[in-house]
Every structure is written in structure tokens, then in C-alpha cells.
């Protein structure tokens, strides 16, 4: 919304930018003649440039089919150079200036990774595969070139899944040694996290928890079916409430997995929800409910979902 200094109230402002179901707002930057608009779809991060005159609108374009970009350090309102921040799952940290009238990127620089790194020796892919109630996973993906589709690669999947937290498909150089290795290396962008919307976090969350560990299955098994890996060959890892997330699949799904990476796992969330002295107890109910019953008038839904212990507790569980 918009509206003059000296004219707050609500009835003065004017729309910008619509609500749109399918998009997720996370950031924007305002410029003397431009408004620049971090917005995610599908996923996948965009800048979308405006024009205050009402001409030249357009958004950024991307060569890769998965990536994470971002507004980056903008000190001048006076300007019409947007400074922003890119990286792949192959591509390093790049910072780039980008003139917003003749749409020209200039790459300024490019964190260095030692050893003979050379980017085109890597493929990245982004997928996207069914859950249980047929909505769309998505799947990024990064591997070696070369790399056959025969089933027998081994493959490290990764999953968080909570907190409304976006698992972006960013660079980082460790996995270098695995991919180069054999391995493919994957993200499953599961419910819980907040990648395509705030709904994308709702329904990974309370009594939507399970599709949090659906979802990392069906990712699983999408990537077998498409001769990634088989089950002997495919690994999983999370850390913290991923780890949760590692203790749920590792139980209902045992046969797909070769190993699991269980990184500081909170695997014993009904005794942790119980203790309120926790630091992060009370302040999580929002994410896991709240199993305690404090009297007959005070009860959780575990419970009594008509008695209500705060508010939305009907909705915790």
C-alpha cells in the first residue's frame, strides 16, 4: 500500500500490489523511479522490477532451473542500478549490479572455491514430484556431468520441513566432495517450510504434520522411479526439527533408505512440549501444540478440542 506522510488512515491508501494466491512476497526495494519486488513462485525466488511511470515492468531472467537470488545492499534512492545477490546448487555466491533501464547485469564478484572448481562440469535440475493427495514437491537437484539415469548412482536426499523456514537450492562447497564422488545430491522442498507460501507452511504444521514425512517419501521414491538411485543406494539427512523429520521416515519407510543422517534429531517432542521450564518450549506451541493438561477447565485439544487452553488451541495439536 501507498499513501502521503500526512494522510495515514486507512481510507488514503492505495493499492501497489495485489494479493495473489500463487505468489509470496519477501522483500522489496524502493528506488527514485523503481520499485523492486522479492517475490517467490513455484518455489523459486524472482526479482520483479516496476517502473513508477508504469513502463518497462519485467522480471530478471535465469539460465539455471533452480537457483536462490536476492535483493542485496541497495545505499542509493537516487539510482537505477539494483544490486542483487545469486547462487545455484552449482554456482557460487555472485554479486551483480543490474541497471534497471537497459538490463544489463554486471557480474562484480564471485566467492572463490579452491581446487580446480569449474562450474560447467555440473548439472542442476529442478523436479517436482507427486505426494500422497497429488500436490507438487518440488526437488532441486545437482550432480555431476555424465552422471546416468541407470538407478545405480548413490544419492543424498536433504529435508527440513518446519518452522515456515525456505531451504533455497544455494551453493555450498562441501558437497563438491560427494558429487564428484558419484553422488547426486538433492533437496526436497517439503511442507513445513514456507517455499511456496505461507499455505506451504500451514500444511506442514500441527495437525498437518505428516505431510512433512509424506513428502520427503514421495521425493524418495519420485527419484528411484526416475533412475536417480535405487533404495540401496539412497541416503537421507536432516538436523534439528529435521531430524525429526529423519526419526518419522527412518520408522515408516525403512526399506527405502540405505542410511540416515540424523543431525541433532528432536525426536522426543511430546516430552519436550510437556516441560515448560525449556527455554523454547512455550514459544513453539504454535508449531508442535501443546499436550498439557493443566485442570478440567484448561484442557489442550488432545483432550478436550471445546475447551480452549489459548487462543486457537482448538487448532493445536
Not at 524502493?30 to 518497462?56: A, C, P, T, Y
Not at 544419492?155 to 547426486?184: C, E, M, T
Not at 513428502?215 to 539427512?237: H, N, S, V, W
Not at 538436523?239 to 533408505?257: C, E, H, I, K, W
Request: charged share 25%; aromatic share 10%.
Amino acid at each position: 500500500m501507498a499513501t502521503a506522510v500526512d494522510k495515514t488512515s486507512k481510507e488514503h491508501w492505495q493499492e501497489i500490489i495485489p494479493h495473489r494466491e500463487d505468489v509470496f512476497l519477501g522483500d522489496f526495494e524502493i528506488f527514485k523511479d523503481h520499485l523492486v519486488l522479492e517475490e517467490r513462485k513455484r518455489g523459486l525466488n524472482q526479482l520483479r522490477v516496476m517502473s513508477w511511470g508504469g513502463n518497462g515492468e519485467h522480471y530478471l531472467e535465469f539460465d539455471e532451473p533452480a537457483y536462490r537470488v536476492n535483493v542485496g545492499t541497495n545505499l542509493e534512492f537516487d539510482t537505477t542500478t539494483l544490486r542483487f545477490e545469486y547462487t545455484s546448487m552449482k554456482t557460487p555466491l555472485s554479486i551483480y549490479d543490474y541497471d534497471m533501464v537497459t538490463r544489463a547485469k554486471t557480474l562484480l564478484k564471485r566467492e572463490e572455491v579452491l581446487g580446480g572448481f569449474d562450474t560447467d562440469k555440473y548439472v542442476t535440475e529442478r523436479l517436482y514430484a507427486p505426494a500422497l493427495d497429488g500436490t507438487e514437491i518440488p526437488l532441486s537437484i545437482v550432480y555431476r556431468k555424465g552422471t546416468q539415469r541407470d538407478g545405480q548412482n548413490p544419492l543424498l536426499l536433504y529435508g527440513y520441513g518446519a518452522y515456515g523456514l525456505s531451504i533455497d537450492p544455494a551453493f555450498a562447497s562441501p558437497r563438491l566432495s560427494l558429487i564428484d564422488r558419484g553422488f547426486v545430491y538433492a533437496i526436497a522442498h517439503i511442507r513445513g517450510g514456507q517455499e511456496l507460501g505461507r499455505q506451504w507452511y500451514e500444511d506442514g504444521k500441527l495437525l498437518n504434520k505428516k505431510n512433512t514425512f509424506t513428502d520427503f517419501i514421495a521425493c524418495a521414491e519420485y527419484l528411484i522411479r526416475e533412475g536417480f538411485t535405487k533404495p540401496g543406494q539412497l541416503f537421507a539427512m536432516g538436523r534439528s526439527a529435521g531430524g525429526l523429520l529423519m526419526g518419522a521416515v527412518t520408522n515408516m519407510r525403512p526399506d527405502l533408505f540405505k542410511g540416515v543422517v540424523a543431525e541433532v534429531p528432536f525426536v522426543d517432542v511430546i516430552t519436550t512440549m510437556l516441560d515448560p521450564s525449556i527455554p523454547l518450549t512455550t514459544g513453539e506451541y504454535d508449531e508442535w501444540g501443546t499436550p498439557i493438561r493443566k485442570s478440567t477447565t484448561t484442557t489442550c485439544c488432545l483432550i478436550r478440542p471445546t475447551i480452549t487452553l489459548r487462543p486457537r488451541a482448538t487448532q493445536t495439536c
